[in-house]
């Protein structure tokens, strides 16, 4: 009771309460407990002047704080409600709570779905889970049906009948794929999913009815056959709903060695809720082939036209992206945030800059200015530098950003090591650590060394102020939204590894994951500063070739987070195909590796082992021809694609930068490329296009990653409200 909320209400909500009040008989001692909270009376003397208990007081002062008058109405606390959705409970205890709340109490989940919390633990019992939702779960069908790791494969439904198609993937073939029997998908992947269902089933589904089922037709039989043909070494479990039965020729029997069986929902479990219990299951494992088929599932219930629905998973491993929510409004609290960043990018940018410098730059009233730099200073965000000399009038005191009001972890997940770096605000690298990935380089043991590294840092008292979060950065392909790593190149054993999620669990912090070339174009610009203020392309070589991109003043990332696949370029703009038409990937796609292999043609012996390619560039800054010409050969296919990039994108500046472009040969590739870039492209005569060495070391992903979360938090951008998205 020490928590309770503060109730402030104005005359018309006073107003609003006793008109409610006298609606209907009862109100009145609820309303007296929100009028004597507004007038400051004590929890005690207001149970006492009222005749209630002070735990009641409690409860009635929290839910009008929580949801105004609503929360004043009763709601079933004791018994079994006349008909509960079972499935429904359990779909909204395996989504979960809002953060920060890691799970669910039975309380308070009840309390959320409006009954009694006994009820809620016997449906807890009854399907074998618990307020974490990370048990598997046993559907109360008729026979019992216990999913662990489920695929949906179909879902057939008209009327009150409906029937839910699943299997169990097969044992070693889990997607989850970090090794560890569960990773819980983020919170707010759970929480789209839960809401996005909802919305497009709609409120009308209840538990299932028994009478007047239908009888399923030539739709349900083509299901089967269907999911039968694609999924041949699947044993198929289908669960009915409404009295729905295929005929006998449709069961089908034993299929391949595996029998199918039939299980009937008990009359608590609607089909809707159901599907959306084992939605929730899937984003467990495999997160990306689970986001294929619930996009492709939601599309086919947001089209239906009344007819029945039939829909089967998706074999071809995509479907179409969703439109983008068209953007509505600004809100009041996003445009005083897109201010105050706007401020603090001025001065990042600047190095410092004084009030006045800062009214100019960025267009905001001096009284403004006044107001956020000193709620900025006042955080010790900002500090006041030395006073400027020389000026007429009041003496102008720059601003500048605190080193060390704030810090970040970047990570960098390479196929050879794991490079990690702590970065201040100011873009000072003040730990790095380098753990090389000779032997065990599987999915759970890398995630093991990146939580043992990121906990080293954390506890070893180089970290200043606050700890905004991490960034891993990482070769594609990825699903960004997810931060799940799909199948990259050089990395054996990494299918759909929800690289986000794990270390997010471990840690106990925030963490994002981009792509390493987007990550080091982060980097650049936020440790450039005044040299990396305009539009540019960073060219990342290393293992392989990439590219990451300020457009229009921020990162382009690309629909899926995938953008800058560089290597492609080169070999497009090198015309290499195959007879059918296929492109080739060029060797020099790999630099390092491709160099070492020119260097070893010519005749160049090279030690092998670590540091073999250190060992090339030194020898080419020592003037052997055999290594400037094997570096040479692979900056020239480089400086091609990197033509097909300026005459995409039409910049004026290249950054290049990377493992592979360490100093002493940086020159070669700068020259070549700068050579192509401004001979080849179709608008040469009205651009010079500028190639520049990157201000990063090679460390530049893992400095990139750590930027990125600063660029997150700080680089000033207007946030739009999606329809139905209320402003928080």
Known sequence: ????????????????????????????????????????????????????????????????AAQGLPGLEHRPRAGRPPRIDEARVVASTLAGPPPPRPSW?????????????????????????????????????????????????????????????????????????????FVRAPADERLALDAALTDALGDGDGPAVRAGAAGGGGELAGLLAAVRDEHPGLAVRAVTFGGAAPGAAARGGVRAGRAESWHVAGESMGWAATLGVVCQLQLRHGQVSAGVAHRSLLEALRARDGGPLVWRRPTGGTVAEPLAPAPRAFDQLALGSFNEKLVIESIR???????????????????????????????????????????????????????????????????????????????????????????????????DSMTRLAGEAMSSGVIPGTLLGIGVAVPGPLDAAAGVLCDPPLFDGWHDVPLRAALTERLGVPVTVEKDATAAAIGERWVGATGRTGDFVYLYLGTGAGAGAFLNGDVYRGRTGNAGEFGELCALSLGLAVPGGERVRVPECAPMSAALANAAAAGLGLPEGPGRYERLCAAAAGGDARAVAAIREVAKVLARGATGMVDLLDTTLLIVGGPAVPPPVADVFLTEISAAVNRFPLARRLRRVRVEHSVLNDSAAAVGAASGVFHASFAPRLRTLARGEAAV
């Open 349 to 447: 940018e600047a190095g410092s800059l004084s009030r006045v410098e800062i009214a100019g730059r960025t267009g905001l009233t001096p009284q403004a200015v006044s107001r956020i730099t000193r709620n900025l200073l006042t955080s010790a965000f900002l500090v006041e530098d030395s006073v400027r000399p020389g000026v007429k009038g009041k003496p102008r005191v720059p601003l500048r950003l605190r080193a060390d009001a704030a810090c970040a972890i970047g990570v960098h997940l390479d196929p050879e090591m794991i490079t990690q770096v702590v970065v201040d605000l100011c873009g000072g690298v003040l730990d790095q650590r380098v753990l090389p990935l000779r032997e065990r380089a599987d999915p759970a043991s890398v995630v």
């Open 1 to 64: 009771m020490h928590d309770l909320p503060n109730v402030v209400l104005t005359p018309a909500q006073r107003e609003a309460l006793r008109r409610w009040s006298r609606e209907r008989p009862g109100r009145d001692v609820r309303a007296r407990i929100v009028l004597d909270a507004a007038d400051g009376v004590p929890v005690s003397d207001s149970a006492r002047a009222l005749g209630v208990s002070r735990p009641t007081v409690a409860s009635w002062r929290a839910r009008y």
């Open 105 to 181: 109490s039975a309380r308070a989940l009840a309390g959320r779905l409006g009954m009694s919390h006994t009820t809620l633990s016997a449906v807890w019992r009854r399907w074998g889970v618990d307020g974490d939702g990370t048990s598997p779960v046993t559907l109360p069908t008729t026979p019992p049906l216990t999913c662990r790791e489920p695929l949906l494969l179909g879902v057939w439904q008209e009327g009150d009948a409906a029937v839910v198609l699943l299997a169990e993937v097969p044992s070693g073939q889990a997607g989850g794929g970090t090794g560890a029997s």
